[in-house]
């Protein structure tokens, strides 16, 4: 991918600090007997690939494909809102690239492949729990629509690694894994970053150019406008990435500068989470349970914050504040408009209407009187009647099944109640055929979310050598929008046990 760009050939395993390049050359490391658990066949398709081209000994880094210059990326980044320095990939290598049928580049990258120089002292492994989650997930959500890093296979190692998964001082050993990831670029915020920070503004500028020659050559040479240009297209794709994510409800868990792509893709699935109970302060992760600085209902505002600091590490290559601060305001209007769509389709509504704001606030207040299942609710509200003759218990009944607690507090039914008979009237005013209103909703409104007490259940079995789970996982994932009758456990709210176990709703970074 960076062929152009400068890589060192340094001790390929030995930490150290990286200076002058933009990643290193790494071998993966092999491991004991790779073995294919699973596959996408769609992104096989994309790819140009069959069967025989999934070879374990390649997807596990045992064994290269012809041309291949494996590398390790070289960024930093800044971690729960402290700058970190100098990151990198640990545990990630690149092979290289291929050329899809249709003429796209893609970067293939192995996840878990063994040390680079940026493990920083730790094995560069990964386990099956997280690589089946970063699996499934990467497939399910660009299947849900959203822009992200996808998975060609999943493969065992057949070596065991030692994590602690709690962090509670207890290590045990785990099966490994290895994720093939692919993406047209693995470039993040921190790439850029990293450089400003250390001062090498001639690598910055080199890096910049590449990168706008290669993935936006419609602004053309690097100038200082078509660097402030290229921050602007960077806000508008991470705006509209912010309201996809917050339109399924997904918490992505580690928003550090690192973890946010140029390109505006979902990458890096680590502690990641879905809304159950409707709560914007939730966290998936356990690291971030006492700050709450990558909840819900905060994520909009980080990617503002991490934008900023991507736009100081252009600033080299401006030379003025000015022009960077229009650009960074691209993204509140983008965000604003993108997200108001958004949940205008959730409600089913076709038109925009003044007091809709409030209208939007005022189902946020309804949805905190009680525990209510994020995706269950607006995937019932479809069935709610929007009749002016429709009583209290015909306009709750359909969404019963998305309260967690059956007893409702009166105050909470009457809440709610009074949002329901207002949609209702909004509805009205639109006067179009209710199929077509429930359509669009059931078009916008997901059945399936990878939720992560089924993410758990399918690794148990994967981790006694049943990967059943993980293709029934697999299956549901590709269509999310149709609500799937043979499958409608996977359509249902969590269930009780699974509030507190671990790897069911908070889980750590341990990977």
């Not at 920070?197 to 910055?204: E, I, V």
């Not at 979902?266 to 971030?288: A, R, V």
């Not at 007091?355 to 009187?369: V, Y």
Request: glycine share 8%.
């Amino acid at each position: 991918m960076l062929a152009h760009l400068p890589f060192e050939e340094g001790p390929p395993q030995t930490p150290r600090q990286v200076m002058g390049a933009i990643g290193s050359h790494a071998q993966p490391t092999p491991v004991a007997n790779p073995r294919l658990l699973v596959a996408s066949l769609e992104l096989m398709e994309t790819l140009g690939l069959d069967a025989s081209d999934l070879d374990p000994e390649v997807l596990a880094g045992n064994r290269l494909f012809p041309g291949s210059v494996p590398t390790a990326a070289c960024y930093g980044g800044h971690q729960f809102g402290n700058w970190a320095g100098q990151l990198g990939d640990g545990r990630a290598i690149s092979l290289g690239d291929l050329q899809a049928p249709d003429g796209r580049m893609w970067e293939l990258q192995l996840k878990g492949a063994g040390p680079t120089p940026y493990s920083r002292g730790a094995d560069g492994r990964a386990v099956l729990r997280s690589s089946v989650r970063e699996f499934l997930c990467s497939e399910a959500m660009h299947h849900l629509g959203v822009p992200t890093t996808r998975a060609l296979s999943l493969v065992a190692t057949g070596d065991d690694v030692v994590r602690d998964i709690l962090y509670d001082g207890n290590p045990a050993p785990e099966p490994g894994a290895i994720v093939c990831r692919v993406s047209p670029s693995f470039l993040r915020l921190g790439n850029f970053e990293l450089l400003a920070s250390r001062r090498d503004h001639a690598l910055l500028e080199r890096l910049t150019s590449y990168t706008l020659e290669t993935y936006f050559p419609h602004l053309g040479e690097r100038t200082p406008a078509s660097v402030v240009a290229f921050l602007r297209e960077v806000c508008t794709s991470t705006a509209e990435l912010m309201a996809h994510w917050m339109r399924v409800g997904f918490v992505h868990g580690v928003m550090n500068t690192d973890n946010l792509s140029v390109l505006g893709l979902t990458i890096d699935y680590g502690p990641y989470g879905w809304l159950e109970g409707f709560d914007p302060n939730w966290t998936p992760n356990t690291t971030d349970a006492g700050q709450h600085r990558y909840a819900y209902g905060r994520q909009p505002a980080v990617a503002m914050w991490n934008l900023t600091r991507f736009a100081e590490a252009l600033y080299p290559m401006v030379g003025e504040t000015e022009p960077l601060e229009e650009a960074l305001g691209v993204f509140a209007e983008v965000y604003t408009d993108a997200h108001a769509r958004d949940v205008r389709a959730k409600l089913g509504l076709f038109t925009e209407q003044a007091d809709d704001p409030d209208l939007f606030e005022g189902l946020m207040t309804a949805l905190q009187a009680t525990e209510t299942d994020f995706t269950l609710f607006y995937r019932r509200l479809s069935d709610v009647p929007v009749t002016a003759d429709a009583s209290e218990e015909e306009r709750l009944e359909p969404l019963q099944e998305a309260i967690y607690d059956s007893s409702w507090a009166p105050s909470a039914k009457r809440s709610l109640d009074a949002w329901l008979e207002r949609y209702a009237a909004r509805v009205r005013t639109e006067g179009r055929d209710a199929s077509e209103r429930v359509a669009w909703m059931q078009q916008n409104n997901p059945w399936f979310v990878l939720r992560n007490y089924l993410a758990h259940e399918a690794i148990t079995l994967a981790e006694a050598g049943d990967v059943r789970g993980v293709e029934r996982l697999m299956d549901a994932l590709k269509t999310p929008y149709m609500e799937q009758k043979e499958a409608s456990d996977l359509g249902a709210k969590r269930p009780e046990w699974a509030r507190h176990k671990a790897g069911c709703s908070m889980l750590s970074c341990s990977s």
